[in-house]
């Protein structure tokens, strides 16, 4: 059975940084990735990565502030944000799914919490 587990989420001041992590058990047979849930708002997507070549797909929004990258030997997927703003508070969940941008998601984490404060 499938299971994505974020965590790293919290409350950080704006331009700070945070990590978040997601524990994948099992074999997904999809690409990794992140999507984020602000109050109000549709869920939308953040990033993404291929687990056969590791090719990165970002967001407009998050380009060249957020990185993905994951660690094969710990089935892990790492969402590192650089640069916070308050407008990336949301609760961001972990994600199995197609790519680029993962219009198909197989299976969610239960989401983790980030607060940027301003």
Do not use: H
């Not at 090719?55 to 640069?83: C, E, H, P, W």
């Amino acid at each position: 059975q499938v299971q994505l587990k974020e965590s790293g989420g919290g409350l950080v001041q704006a331009g700070g940084s945070l990590r978040l992590s997601c524990a994948v058990s099992g074999r997904t047979g999809f690409a990794l990735g992140w999507f984020r849930q602000a109050p109000g708002k549709e869920r939308e997507f953040v990033a993404a990565i291929s687990t056969d070549d590791d090719s990165t797909y970002m967001s407009d929004s998050v380009q060249g502030r957020f990185v993905i990258s994951r660690d094969v030997a710990k089935n892990t997927v790492y969402l590192q944000m650089n640069s916070l703003k308050s407008e990336d508070t949301a609760v961001y969940y972990c994600a199995a799914g197609d790519l680029p941008r993962m219009r198909y998601v197989a299976y969610w984490g239960q989401g983790t919490q980030v607060t940027v404060s301003s």
